[in-house]
Each structure stands twice: as C-alpha cells, then as structure tokens.
C-alpha cells in the first residue's frame, strides 16, 4: 500500500503550545479525519504539511517526496481548503480565478464551471462580499479544480448548510473511488466522520492520542450503561471515562470483549459514535475520566 502522505516526528514549538513529535500516515486512496479539541494542534500540523510554517523537527513527505525541497511540484498535486483562503478581497472571484489558474498544469475549467453552478455561487461577486459559506464553496470549487490528488483541508464544512455539506462528503467520498486520491481533513463535526472517513487521527494538546482505523476504532471501543454498582473498583480501570448520575452509569470502555466479560448480563453495550470517543478521550487527557 502506497502512502500519500507521511509525517515522522513533527515537532512545532510555540511560547505556550508544543506539537510533540507526532507522526501518521495517510494511505492513498483512504479519507483520514483528523480531530481534536480546540487548540490540539491541529491547524498547526496542516500548515507544516503545507510548508506555510517552519517545523522544528521531523520529516514530511508526500508520494514519497519532501514536502519542502519538493514543494513547487507537489503543489500541482494538492488541492487546499483553508479557513483563511489566500485570497484577494477586492478581486471579483472570476478575477481571483484567473489569477491562480495558471499556476495548476491540470486546471479544468469545465469543472470549475461546474462547481460554481453547482455551489450557487455568482462569479462577477467580489470576494470581500462573500459569506463565511460562500466563501468556502469557492474555496473548495477551486481546491476541485485542478485533478489533485491530495485534497488537505481545514475544517472545509464548517459554515457549510447541511445540504451543501451532505453534497461535498458524497464528492469526496466519489473521489477516492479513484484509488490515487486521497482526502485529509480536520473538523469538528464529528458525524461528518462517522458517514466517510476510513481512518481517524486524533490529537489533544499536541499529542497523538489516536491514529486507526475507524471501524477497527469504533469496534474496539464500547458505551457501556448500567447500574451504579455494577462500577466496581475491579472494573473501572477498563474505562476509558465514566458519567455516573443517580441512576446509574455510562462509560466509554477501550476493550468491548474484555468489558463484556466483565460486566455479564448486567449492562448494556452499545457501538460508540466519533463523537463519544472524542469527547471520553478529550476529558481523559484533560485529567476528567470519572464525572459525578
Ligand atoms: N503563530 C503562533 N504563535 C504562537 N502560538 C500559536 C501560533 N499559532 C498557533 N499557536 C498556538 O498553538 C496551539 C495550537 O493551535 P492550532 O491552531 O494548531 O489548534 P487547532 O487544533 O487547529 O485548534 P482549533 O480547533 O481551535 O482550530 C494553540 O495553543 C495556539 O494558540
């Protein structure tokens, strides 16, 4: 298996933040989520992939080349979509278009065209006058444009309506049908990655927490609910994090078969969501795992 992209070690440190010598890679063909509470690091990582910020230490390569000494000939081979766009507000975004199209050797214009259509969006608009939404679609329209390979995004549904949002998962998810493309994306709608993504990585603080697949992921792991005295001391150390309420209690357990064993009969075991992992994991990071 083929990797498109492969971080090993990457270290960012800032005054009061430190990206901890994390490392993933990221398979081609595959959808990877990448998520993580406020403030993870994730943002960070996607602008040293990108090489818009100096890493202190590691290596990145993407399709097994350096993402810095190599970077004018990758960069035809990713799309982007950042919160920030690097675009030019007063530019009309037909202007702004044309503006970047001759820097992408394979800029389709049709499905350029497509897109704009599709997105609603109206081309003689000038940027500055776009809505938060909008100005995501275009991003993305243009991220689309031009046969990447790669599609590295941060946080692309976000301020998205749920329809266009339903639309880009579906497009992404066409995407890699083709089994040389390949999708990285951070978000914090979780339920975005429970529908398509094949692998999910997981940061808190600037650590990797989490990197697996999300099947194996959400297999692995079980919401356990029951009776408060069902909680003893032998079992809790199963828990990755446990609510207890007057009723009873409901934890996130990282060994489904183990739990069962365990508990028996007495508890219920259901299949936890993107979702439930992440808020367990981000309160067990956070010195949290037993709420009363
Ligand atoms: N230029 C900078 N100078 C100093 N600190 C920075 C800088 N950029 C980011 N940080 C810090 O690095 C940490 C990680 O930020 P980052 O934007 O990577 O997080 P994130 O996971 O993308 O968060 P969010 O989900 O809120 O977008 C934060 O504590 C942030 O304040």
């Excluded at 399709?63 to 920030?84: C, F, P, T």
């Excluded at 690097?86 to 499905?111: D, Q």
């Excluded at 194996?216 to 009776?227: F, M, S, T, Y």
Aim: with cysteine.
């Amino acid at each position: 298996m083929s990797h498109a992209l492969e971080v090993r070690g990457l270290k960012k440190e800032y005054k009061s933040f430190c990206l901890d010598s994390i490392s993933f890679s990221l398979e081609e063909g595959t959808i990877m989520g990448f998520i993580g509470p406020n403030g993870a690091g994730k943002t960070t990582t996607i602008k040293a992939i990108l090489n818009q910020i100096q890493r202190d230490a590691g290596v990145i390569t993407l399709w097994g080349k350096d993402n810095i000494k190599d970077e004018v000939e990758l960069k035809n081979r990713i799309g982007v979509v950042q919160d920030e766009g690097h675009f030019y507000g007063h530019l009309t975004l037909r202007a702004m278009k044309n503006m970047l199209r001759p820097f992408y050797k394979n800029w389709n214009e049709k499905t350029y065209g497509d897109f704009i259509r599709e997105f609603g969006l109206d081309e003689r608009k000038k940027i500055s006058e776009l809505s938060k939404g909008m100005r995501m679609k275009y991003s993305i329209a243009l991220a689309l444009s031009h046969e990447a390979d790669l599609l590295i995004m941060d946080e692309p549904t976000s301020g998205l309506d749920p329809l266009v949002r339903e639309e880009l998962l579906e497009l992404l998810q066409r995407m890699i049908q083709d089994e040389h493309k390949s999708v990285f994306f951070s978000t914090h709608i979780t339920s975005d990655l429970d529908k398509i993504a094949d692998y999910i990585v997981f940061l808190s603080d600037g650590k990797l927490v989490l990197n697996e697949q999300k099947d194996e992921l959400l297999d692995r792991h079980a919401i356990v609910k029951g009776p408060a005295e069902l909680l003893s001391e032998t079992v809790r150390p199963y828990f990755v994090g446990v609510k207890q309420s007057g009723y009873g209690f409901e934890g996130l357990a990282g060994d489904r078969a183990a739990i069962r064993r365990a508990l028996g009969s007495g508890a219920v075991f259901e299949r936890p969501t993107v979702e439930d992992i992440m808020l367990y994991y981000t309160r067990k990071e956070n010195g949290h795992a037993i709420l009363n």
